[in-house]
């Protein structure tokens, strides 16, 4: 019986890395499949209704601040704060009319200072970059946003096509999977993309990264049912 | 043409936006004699160019003996007034052009740039002159459009709304209607 017992033991006690790395490996993967679940599924209301939310703005170039601002106009900035804008390093416009817009809320409302931040992200890749270089500025891009990320930890995400929130969003996914930080992600697909999605939005449409997924055409919602059509914003 | 009591023609101007971008066939098209002779037989008096990072320079004219007068520069902080003050719009295939100019209710011709490598921005011109808010073209068939245009016969836009987006959002983090 002691023999039995022993020889039990030992063969536990040697198998315990395995055994280990399997429990791991079961304990990763139930939680993956819990947030693949809870993902596009709407937040407790008693958990959120008192506390406002830490909200992550990613902003680009050409018309997509334009259509973010249009969006920020009618939505509760009260219970969406503290804001922090992020937009990459080579747009200079951007951020300046994020400025604009939060300084014209301090004004209207009285409040002395923003709860605002401002702050800039290296691009992946510039356009015409040779894909040699591109792969070293991607994963400095990809360093960065890490650490922006670790500092904002954002309750809320909110983009609208440009390549640049990416990384943004695929690492608040895994702050998701690991359990650093509880965010819903909400992406609008530019009005410019009638018949097909941009890049960003097929890869976070098909990695199911997005809580909820918007278009404003028709045409689009025919193509990706799990996107809200919620016509046009401009 | 609608000549005034001093026998001047009212002044009707063409406004030509390429934005931040670089969009020399447009600007060449729009500086050739066969375009500018056309929006003369239009009733337009003046062309003013914003070609920003082109390289091609069109030629400036004052207008004299009745003939087109013509002006450019590379950009502005607010396009707004120029848009305000023009009777026609040609612009290239930017959203932020095209709502800018349909919000303020002028006439639009969109060209779209063949040179861009992913060109999306057809999709959207395509969409809206289906729709008969704007007229689209391309720099070879600009001129045609110009010729058989009829501003009258364009739809006006009616402004997007975001509402409904928020009240989606909203309603997912459990925010209370307001």
């Known amino acids: 019986m002691e023999k039995n017992s022993g020889g039990c033991f030992s063969n536990l006690s040697s198998n315990l890395p395995i055994t280990c790395f399997i429990a791991f490996i079961t304990i990763i993967l139930f939680r993956v499949l819990y947030v693949i679940y809870r993902t596009g599924k709407p937040l407790s209301r008693r958990a959120t209704q008192q506390q406002p939310l830490s909200t992550l703005i990613v902003l680009g170039s050409g018309g997509h601040t334009a259509e973010m601002i249009n969006l920020l106009l009618v939505l509760q900035k009260d219970r969406l704060t503290p804001r922090f804008y992020i937009a990459a390093a080579t747009d200079n416009m951007s951020l300046q009319k994020a400025r604009v817009l939060e300084n014209s809320w301090a004004d209207s ?4 200072g923003i709860s605002a931040e401002f702050m800039q992200i290296y691009r992946s890749r510039e356009v015409g970059q040779s894909y040699v270089t591109s792969f070293w500025t991607t994963l400095v891009a990809t360093a960065h946003a890490l650490w922006l990320m670790i500092k904002i930890r954002p309750q809320v995400v909110l983009c609208n096509g440009p390549g640049t929130c990416i990384p943004l969003c695929v690492i608040a996914f895994c702050f ?4 650093i930080r509880w965010s819903s992600i909400f992406y609008v697909e530019s009005i410019a993309r009638v018949k097909r999605l941009s890049l960003s939005g097929l890869l976070l449409y098909k990695l ?14 025919k193509k990706y049912p799990r996107a809200h059509y919620v016509c046009c914003l401009m | 043409m609608g000549e005034d009591e001093d026998g001047v023609k009212p002044k009707r101007v063409v406004f030509v936006a390429v934005g931040t971008t670089c969009f020399d066939a447009l600007v060449k098209v729009v500086d050739s004699q066969e375009v500018k002779d056309e929006l003369l037989r239009r009733g337009f008096t003046h062309l003013l160019i914003q070609m920003g990072r082109g390289s091609y320079l069109p030629s400036k004219s004052i207008g004299y003996d009745g ?6 520069f590379t950009f502005s902080p607010s396009i707004a007034d120029h848009l305000r003050s023009a009777s026609l719009v040609i612009s290239h295939a930017g959203s932020g052009s095209i709502f800018e100019t349909l919000r ?5 011709i969109v060209v779209v740039n063949e040179d861009l490598m992913d060109n999306h921005q057809s999709e959207l011109a395509e969409e809206l002159a ?12 600009l001129h045609q459009t110009i010729a058989g245009m009829d501003l009258k016969s364009l739809l006006p836009y009616s402004p997007g709304d975001a509402t409904p987006v928020a009240k989606l959002i909203n309603r997912f983090l459990g925010f209370p209607e307001n």
Do not use: N
């Open chain 1, 109 to 112: 409302s009285g409040v002395k």
């Open chain 1, 176 to 179: 998701k999977m690991i359990g």
């Open chain 1, 208 to 221: 199911c990264i997005a809580d909820q997924f918007f278009v404003q055409w028709p045409q689009l919602q």
């Open chain 2, 67 to 72: 003939s087109l007068a013509v002006d450019y």
């Open chain 2, 104 to 108: 303020l209710g002028k006439p639009l």
């Open chain 2, 130 to 141: 289906e729709r008969k808010h704007l007229y689209c073209a391309r720099p070879q068939t």
